[in-house]
Antibody, heavy 116, light 105 residues
Framework: QVQLKESGPGLVQPSQTLSLTCTVS????????VHWVRQHSGKSLEWMGR???????SYNSAFTSRLSISRDTSKSQVFLKMNSLQTEDTGTYYC??????????WGQGVMVTVSS | DIVMTQSPTSMSISVGDRVTMNCKAS??????VDWYQQKTGQSPKLLIY???NRYTGVPDRFTGSGSGTDFTFTISNMQAEDLAVYYC???????FGAGTKLELK
């Protein structure tokens, strides 16, 4: 069945780089796009970017200068790297599969705290 | 950026109630609006895609309507398990509404 699972460090120091991995199963990254979405505690959802099935990427303009999304299709993994982290980047980060422009399967999320 | 203004912010409801919430887009998004349910401690779950299409396995008490800039999401017969926060999202450029939290009266 379709599954997505995020992994990465729970604690990152300010000004450092966040590296997260989304490992998928049950579908191919060359057939489906994968999005990254984050959520501040108790707040709404914020779209960060997308890895298209053809390997292209799209980003939220709010993150463009410090966000990078890549993938390793052989490992069924999508990566998120975001630099210059600040305390405002604390939150839960999700990856989700694109289906007909909606997000139909979501990972469980990984909580990231930015603190010294 | 397209802003999705969702209302109301919260609702106090009873089991069996008909619940309606709205999302207004700051510009025309066609039918490219989806609705998600997020229960406490869980990931969001897709309920409605392209404004009015029920996703696989979603009960028919959940319906969506609208096009252009104005969209509505309705739960026809509120169940206890429907207590959650509901978000609209436009999929032209991917922005979410602020959410509507359903609480028991």
């Amino acid at each position: 069945q379709v599954q997505l699972k995020e992994s990465g460090p729970g604690l990152v120091q300010p000004s450092q780089t966040l590296s997260l991995t989304c490992t998928v199963s049950g579908f191919s990254l060359t057939s489906y796009s994968v999005h990254w979405v984050r959520q501040h505690s108790g707040k709404s959802l914020e779209w960060m970017g997308r890895m298209w099935s053809d390997g292209d990427t799209s980003y939220n303009s709010a993150f463009t200068s410090r966000l990078s999304i890549s993938r390793d299709t052989s490992k069924s993994q999508v990566f998120l790297k975001m630099n210059s982290l600040q305390t405002e980047d604390t939150g839960t980060y999700y990856c989700a599969r694109n289906w007909d422009w909606a997000l139909d399967y979501w990972g469980q999320g990984v909580m990231v705290t930015v603190s010294s | 950026d397209i802003v999705m203004t969702q209302s109301p912010t919260s609702m106090s409801i009873s089991v069996g109630d008909r619940v309606t919430m709205n999302c207004k887009a700051s510009q025309n998004v066609g039918s490219n609006v989806d609705w998600y349910q997020q229960k406490t401690g869980q990931s969001p779950k897709l309920l409605i895609y392209k404004a009015s299409n029920r996703y696989t396995g979603v009960p028919d008490r959940f319906t969506g309507s609208g096009s252009g800039t104005d969209f509505t999401f309705t739960i026809s017969n509120m169940q206890a398990e429907d207590l959650a926060v509901y978000y609209c999202m436009q999929s032209n450029s991917y922005t979410f509404g602020a959410g509507t939290k359903l609480e028991l009266k």
